[in-house]
Structures are given as structure tokens and as C-alpha cells.
């Protein structure tokens, strides 16, 4: 039984052993969870909902964000991130990690119950001085609305090296939100080779970072400082090589986001969760944006990983994501004193203490 004053506040945890006599109490058949954390989400994304093919590969899907932008008006892009912030609220997602590329997002998000915290993406591979700029104005604009944000490098592929060092900075400890390894051709680029090589040399982009560096994993490793927190976001084509880098470096400090759905929705492949739990590394999970997937629900993205058990992918979805954030102290956990708000979870196989297809979450508190 949870204990919750007015503000929603916990006053207390406790399993009593006679209910009967106790004022005040609702029952519910299910699972009492927190409020979950989607780590990873596009919000400014979801405009595009069933616009771009499934299973066109990452060529394919950055050709369909190039060529639908600029289709939809300003007032349908603004419904579509209402509408989804207030579904993700109502479906028990308590806050999110939400990347941005302009400020279309904000004037949601300052009326939205949702947590959030803006990664305003600084990309490109002759980025300079005006895209960091620009990158920082929406940064500041976000503060000054009372948001929590952060430029950050979109991925290790996409940013040359000044701008990858601008994107990460050094002066302050909030996280940071990098896509990592989400397909065969990231890896492939540095070492001179593969689609993505042929796709920036058929573009005449020139990779400045590439003979500096063996892999995506030695990049960060070089880059990033080992005392700041930052999220890898896919991690489809990780493996051991790269964990151990990483861990080695980041220690407790690193979390790989899993969007499951997405990647099957773009490239068909699936991330490598259990050999991430064989590493006992912080896991958190995302929904990415609806321009790659069908919904925004963090409970249909934890039916994809099987038969991990449910506690575990529960703390993935609610403590694993709050920490990723920096939010661990309000939020991701039943707690005295914290406000995490009061899921339920229902559809559950008892007798496995697993998910079925029908399983959902609402919202109590």
C-alpha cells in the first residue's frame, strides 16, 4: 500500500496486514509502478505518425524526414505534440528526454505535467560557430521558460570534430544524449568503409574526425569526460569491445537507451539487451519519436525484450531512465518524499509474472 498526500508526495510504503479497518483506500487489480521514464523521445516529431515506410533502412529514413517537413502546417504540427505529450501523461509516463532541434516543443512543455529535459541536437559535418550559436539560443530560450535542457551531439557520425567538442562543453554537469551505434555503417565509417562512407563521399562531406579515431566508442571515450552523464541512445550494433571501453571509462555515469521498436521499424534489427545485462550496466528505455514507430507506449516497448524478467525491465522503465536524467531524487522510485507518481499496470500473467499482448498502464496519480 502507497501512502500519498494531496500533491502526491509519498508519506509511506507499507504492506498492513488488515485492511479492512483503514479510511481512504482504493483498491486496484494490478501492479502499483512509478511514473516511467521515456528517455528517449522526438516529440517535435510527431506530426510524421505513419508518413515514413517501415523497413527502409537509415538511408531511407532520413530521406523521408528531408522530403516531409515541410508538409504540415504549424498548428498541425503543435496538435500532434499535444495530443502525444498528454497520451504519454495519461499512459503513465512521468518524464521524458526529449530531443529537439528548434522550439516547437516548449510551449507544450511548459503546460504539460511531464518532466522534461530538452537535448537540443548541434549536428552537422562543417558545423561552426553559427550552428553552435543556434544551437545555444534554443538552449537559452528553453532555461528562460523554465525548462531543464542541454546541447548535445546528435551521434558520432554526423558532427565534425569542433562542433562534436562545442556539443559537448565543459561547463556543467547535466547530461548529455548521444545516438550510438544504431546501424552497420557507423562503425563502418571509421574504419573507411561501408554505406554511409560511400553516401558522404557521393555528397562531397569530408569526415575530419575519422583518422582520429577507431571507433564511435573511442570518440566518446575521448571527448566526453568521464565525470559527466550521457546517455547512448540504440546501441543496435554494440558489442563487448565497445561495453567494456565504455564502462571502463564512464563507470556508473554512462546509460545505453534501448528503443526497440524504432529499430525494427527503420532497419528490422533488434539492440543486444542481453549481453547488456550480462554487463550489469544501467539500461533505460525509450520510445523515440513517431516518425519511426506507432506509438509513444513504454509498456508496448517493453513487451519486445521477451523474456527478460519483469522487475528488471521495470526498474529499465522507471529508476533506470529517472537516473539517466538526474531525476533520481524525485522521481523512478517509491520512496518517502519523493513525487514519482502512481502507475497501474495491468495485463499481467501471474502465474509467469510476465507480460501479455493486452498488458497497459494508466495513470492513478
Not at 4 to 33: C, K, S
Not at 263 to 269: A, Q, V
Request: hydrophobic residues 40%.
Amino acid at each position: 500500500m502507497i501512502t500519498i498526500d494531496r500533491e502526491g508526495t509519498v508519506i509511506d510504503v507499507l504492506a498492513p496486514t488488515d485492511l479492512n479497518f483503514l479510511q481512504q483506500v482504493e483498491f486496484y487489480n494490478g501492479i502499483l509502478i512509478p511514473g516511467m521514464v521515456n528517455a528517449h523521445t522526438h516529440l517535435e516529431l510527431s506530426y510524421l505518425k505513419g508518413v515514413i515506410p517501415e523497413g527502409g533502412g537509415f538511408a531511407g529514413f532520413a530521406k523521408g524526414l528531408r522530403e516531409n517537413r515541410s508538409r504540415f502546417s504549424r498548428d498541425e504540427i503543435e496538435h500532434a505534440i499535444d495530443y502525444n505529450a498528454a497520451r504519454m501523461w495519461a499512459d503513465g509516463v512521468q518524464a521524458v528526454g526529449d530531443i529537439c532541434n528548434g522550439n516547437s516543443t516548449f510551449p507544450v512543455k511548459t503546460r504539460s505535467p511531464l518532466t522534461s529535459h530538452s537535448f537540443v541536437e548541434l549536428f552537422g559535418l562543417n558545423a561552426g560557430i553559427r550552428e553552435a550559436e543556434r544551437a545555444e539560443m534554443i538552449r537559452e530560450e528553453a532555461v528562460g521558460a523554465g525548462l531543464r535542457a542541454t546541447v548535445t551531439p546528435h551521434a558520432t557520425y554526423s558532427l565534425n570534430e569542433e562542433g562534436f567538442r562545442f556539443g559537448v562543453g565543459d561547463d556543467d554537469n547535466s547530461p548529455l544524449s548521444i545516438h550510438f551505434m544504431e546501424s552497420p555503417g557507423e562503425t563502418e565509417l571509421f574504419e573507411d568503409r561501408g554505406e554511409m562512407k560511400r553516401w558522404y563521399d557521393d555528397a562531397g562531406f569530408r569526415t575530419d574526425f575519422t583518422p582520429l579515431y577507431n571507433s564511435p566508442a573511442e570518440r566518446v571515450v575521448a571527448l566526453v569526460p568521464s565525470t559527466r552523464k550521457v546517455l547512448l541512445v540504440h546501441n543496435t550494433m554494440i558489442g563487448q569491445d565497445e561495453i567494456s571501453v565504455l564502462k571502463d571509462h564512464f563507470g556508473d555515469n554512462v546509460t545505453f537507451v534501448l528503443c526497440p521498436r524504432s529499430n525494427r521499424y527503420i532497419t528490422g534489427m533488434a539492440p543486444p539487451a542481453e549481453l547488456l545485462r550480462k554487463n550489469k550496466v544501467r539500461v533505460a528505455v525509450g520510445t523515440d519519436s513517431l516518425a519511426s514507430n506507432h506509438s509513444l507506449s513504454m509498456i508496448d516497448e517493453l513487451k519486445t525484450f521477451g523474456s527478460i524478467p519483469l522487475e528488471e525491465l521495470l526498474r529499465w522503465a522507471t529508476i533506470g531512465g529517472a537516473e539517466a536524467l538526474g531525476l533520481q531524487d524525485t522521481l523512478g522510485s517509491f520512496e518517502k518524499g519523493k513525487r514519482p507518481g502512481v502507475v497501474l499496470l495491468e495485463g499481467v500473467d501471474w502465474s509467469e509474472l510476465a507480460l501479455t499482448p493486452e498488458a497497459e498502464t494508466r495513470r492513478i496519480v
